[in-house]
């Protein structure tokens, strides 16, 4: 525990404390990743700036925040929980701003609805490891990609629960995320192996389940997620192995609702190839994009903290979930 200035005892927070402006470079930058850990940093700096934001009038005050918020989720257009994160925010004081708040009633209800979405992202992860584990049986082997929370809090359970798992991991190129992942399961005690991402089709003929995370879910069920993940679902479902997806419901991307297509990050072409290959090889071309995605398909289920949902329920949780989205609250004139 920590003590605050205020005297008051908190939990040691996930991340440091920084401006909005640091936290979108650090998004930016991928100093800070995954689709979780990003909405809950985002969460966490606008909460922050809130606190301490100065302003003479409710509106001045509110518009501050908004154009935080506005900022924080530009940092990143692929992973929805970004602005999910974000808009969960803003909802609460928003609420507050339209009954009518003062400024302390406005930035006490971002505060704390702030630290509520922290709470519970970090909840939903531990949920959905409960939930996926009772899905994977004694001696499974599975192969994963990328780094994902998530994923990973089903395996940690699996492993908990003395189930004897055996894990491979993919390095996932570019940013060999992959690596990140095996020496996290490894350290946790579990029999863990890293294979190249070229090596998923003949690895796959001794798994018995593929698990990844999440960036984004469409409203048909299929799932957006780090580049290579439509690969391992494809040579999964060619090899009859069960392919799930750890998702927390705040990676619902509501706008798919609407028709909008999700927006594929094109990232930085140094990332495949250092700048002095380039300048040797000017005539070739780049391609980053770092998201792929799976069709429903592909998928045999999402395991969510409100339980396994398979690819054709999406849409149904989203009509549930909606009124937390930027679309519900534009249409009420919130925005
Ligand atoms: P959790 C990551 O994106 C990966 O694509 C991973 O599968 C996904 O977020 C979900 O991760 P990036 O930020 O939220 O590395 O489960 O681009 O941790």
Redesign the pocket.
């Known amino acids: 525990m920590e003590t605050l200035k205020d005297g008051k005892e908190a939990s040691k927070q996930e991340f440091p404390s920084v401006s909005v402006e640091q936290a979108y470079d650090d998004l930016k930058a991928?100093r800070v990743?995954?689709?979780?850990?990003?909405?809950r940093f985002a969460a966490q700096a606008l909460g922050d700036y809130a606190k301490d934001a100065k302003a003479r009038t409710s509106k001045e005050y509110w518009g501050l925040v908004l154009r935080a918020g506005e900022r924080l989720r530009s940092a990143?257009p692929?992973?929805v929980?970004l602005p999910n994160g974000v808009n969960y925010v803003l909802y609460g004081g928003r609420t507050s701003f339209e009954s009518g708040g003062s400024v302390e009633d406005i930035r006490n209800a971002t505060v704390n609805t702030a630290s509520d979405f922290v709470s519970s992202s970090l909840d939903a992860?531990k949920i959905i490891g409960e939930i996926g584990a009772k899905r994977v049986k004694n001696g499974d082997v599975i192969i994963t990609?990328?780094?994902?929370?998530?994923?990973?809090s089903i395996m940690k359970k699996a492993h908990d629960l003395g189930k004897g798992i055996k894990v491979y991991c993919d390095e996932t190129r570019p940013?060999f995320?992959g690596h990140k992942t095996a020496a996290t399961l490894a350290a946790y005690g579990i029999d863990t192996t890293l294979i190249c991402d070229s090596a998923c089709r003949v690895t796959m003929g001794s798994a018995d389940k593929a698990v990844?995370?999440?960036?984004a879910i469409t409203v048909n069920g299929a799932l957006v997620?780090?580049i290579g993940?439509s690969q391992v679902a494809t040579i999964a479902h060619e090899a009859r192995v069960n392919f799930l997806v750890?998702?927390?419901t705040y990676?619902l991307d509501f706008k798919t609702l609407a028709g909008e297509l999700v927006d594929i990050?094109e990232r930085d072409h140094t990332e495949i190839a250092s700048k002095e290959w380039m300048a040797h090889n000017p005539k070739v071309k780049f391609n980053n994009p770092?998201?792929d995605v799976t069709p429903p398909e592909y998928i045999d289920f999402y395991v969510t903290e409100k339980g396994i949902v398979p690819p054709g329920a999406v849409f149904s949780l989203m009509k549930e979930l909606y009124q937390y989205s930027e679309g519900a609250q534009a249409t009420q004139g919130r925005s």
């Open positions: 991928m990743h995954g689709a979780g850990r990003i909405a990143r692929t992973a929980s992860v990609h990328c780094n994902s929370e998530a994923a990973m940013k995320q990844v995370g999440c960036d997620n780090k993940t750890a998702a927390e990676k990050e770092v998201f």
